[in-house]
């Protein structure tokens, strides 16, 4: 399996436009989180799916943030418009979920480094 | 309100030492507890998890402990090798849950 795919690597854009970050989970995994990386916070939760289902969004900064999850190998983190603060790495990890809690193991992407000029 | 600590300074250390990072939570009643390693440019690679009614687990060089009295992880890593520089990051799920919430991860350089 190739792993967590995310794309863009690296993502360089002007405030007020929109980013798109893109997801591809391990297949059969069922769970999708989107986290959020800077120094000053570390890693913060930003939303997550069971079987494409938005559970928590409760991470999400603020209403120019959101996710979809259109099918179970594609999820998108979609920022608009974006702004300075939003430049952080952002990863994208997913699960399977078994019996409802296994050991819970986190497989991440490489992330996707947003700079926001 | 729930924190998780991990010391924000670099851990330094000698080759062939043992590298021992600590990771202590607070207002957390944690089912289990994981650790992960992080590389610079890359996402974190889980390690190892530890039960709330497991005091030590072992996997080849590291080694993990965990105290629900002192709400404290140690995580040990023997016969350190340069190659095992990199930032490690503890994560707490609360019973219940599947879902981690991560400390900030302490840095560890091993010299050669």
């Known amino acids: 399996d190739a792993g967590v795919i995310q794309s863009p690597r690296h993502e360089v854009t002007e405030m007020g436009q929109e980013v798109t970050l893109r997801c591809k989970p391990i297949?059969?995994?069922?769970?999708l989180f989107w986290y959020r990386q800077t120094m000053m916070r570390g890693l913060e939760l930003l939303i997550y799916?069971?079987?494409?289902?938005?559970?928590?969004d409760s991470g999400m900064p603020e209403d120019r943030f959101s996710a979809k999850m259109p099918n179970a190998s594609f999820s998108t983190l979609k920022i608009q418009p974006s702004e300075p603060r939003d430049s952080a790495v952002y990863f994208c990890?997913?699960?399977?979920?078994?019996?409802?809690?296994?050991?819970?193991?986190?497989?991440f992407g490489e992330g996707s480094r947003l700079t926001v000029l | 309100s729930q924190k998780i600590e991990q010391n924000s300074e670099a851990l330094n250390i000698q080759e062939g030492k043992t590298a021992t990072l600590t990771c202590n939570y607070t207002n957390y009643s944690p089912a289990y507890l994981q650790w992960y390693r992080q590389d610079p440019g890359r996402g974190p690679v889980f390690l190892l998890l530890i039960r709330e009614n497991e005091k030590e687990k072992r996997k080849e060089r590291l080694k993990v402990t965990f105290d629900t009295t002192l709400k404290q992880s140690l995580f040990h890593i023997t016969a350190s090798q340069p190659a095992d520089s990199a930032t490690y990051l503890c994560a707490l799920v609360a019973g219940g849950s599947y879902i981690p919430t991560f400390g900030r991860g302490t840095s560890l350089i091993v010299h050669p």
């Open positions: 990890a997913s699960v399977p979920l078994t019996g409802g809690q296994g050991t819970g193991e986190l497989f």
């Open positions: 799916f069971n079987n494409n289902v938005p559970i928590d």
């Open positions: 297949s059969g995994h069922n769970s």
